[in-house]
């Protein structure tokens, strides 16, 4: 089943020059949208703040209905929270969570 849309978008608008300045038309044009399609999209987004500390990370992809991603954050405790998950009309959502406790380097100890 298709649906048809009648839309006025200024883009594809035309403009007549007047002596008070220009006055636009809109035209209503008709957009084929297929309603069956499924739903489908990928994102992702990075923050890596030095000054706050505020470091995250997140992508995600969606076909359908099957959506899997993964997160990380950097928790107040330094360790980072790592977030991977689907969801599926089958099992629902799911998450998988874990932690990645921050390796510290010790300097050298220099002797005198």
Do not use: C, W
């Not at 849309?5 to 957009?31: C, E, K």
């Not at 921050?102 to 050298?108: E, S």
């Amino acid at each position: 089943m298709k649906a048809f849309y009648a839309l006025t978008l200024l883009a594809v608008s035309y403009f007549a020059s007047t002596s008070a300045g220009l006055i636009g038309h809109g035209i209503p044009i008709a957009i084929d949208l297929e309603e069956n399609s499924p739903p489908q999209y990928e994102f992702h987004y990075s923050v890596h703040d030095t000054h706050t500390g505020d470091v995250k990370d997140q992508f995600e992809h969606r076909h359908g209905d099957y959506v899997t991603g993964r997160y990380s954050l950097i928790e107040p405790d330094g360790q980072r929270r790592v977030v991977e998950y689907n969801a599926d009309p089958l099992l629902g959502f799911t998450a998988q969570v874990h932690r990645e406790v921050p390796v510290i380097r010790q300097l050298p100890l220099h002797r005198h």
